[in-house]
């Protein structure tokens, strides 16, 4: 599946942006993720939507801020970002597996299709 990821933007703390990630093909049978990366740090895992079941996880940092959802009849994927914080700014990436362990789906190794990324920037 090839991903083409959008939205990200300038905004002021607290404010809100809507990544849109659009995927060539369905993603219902595919574990759809939001990855970020910050200049000189890793790449984090942000959210995940399970395949099949689409049930949502998050990381700790954005637990209650971010929305992961996913729209079939477009092929996209969204992540909805609310009071957003300066710790926030990164590139942003979406990412598919078919094959993820959900022992390890946090880990973005697992991920076998990238979208490019989006740059969101939170200034304080």
């Known amino acids: 599946v090839q991903l083409q990821a959008s939205g990200g933007g300038l905004v002021q703390a607290g404010g809100t942006l809507s990544l849109h990630c659009a995927a060539s093909?369905?993603?219902?049978?595919?574990?759809m993720a939001w990855f970020r990366q910050a200049p000189g740090k890793e790449r984090e895992f942000v959210a995940a939507?399970?395949?099949?079941?689409?049930?949502?996880y998050y990381s700790d940092s954005v637990t209650g801020r971010f929305t992961i959802t996913r729209d079939n009849s477009k092929n996209t994927v969204y992540l909805q970002m609310n009071s957003l914080k300066p710790e926030d700014t990164a590139d942003y990436f979406c990412?598919?597996?078919?094959?993820?362990?959900?022992?390890?789906?946090?880990?973005?190794?697992?991920?076998?299709?990238w979208g490019q990324g989006t740059l969101v920037t939170v200034s304080s």
């Open positions: 990412a598919a597996c078919r094959t993820c362990i959900f022992s390890s789906f946090r880990d973005w190794r697992q991920y076998y299709e």
């Open positions: 093909e369905r993603t219902s049978g595919v574990t």
């Open positions: 939507m399970w395949r099949n079941t689409g049930r949502t």
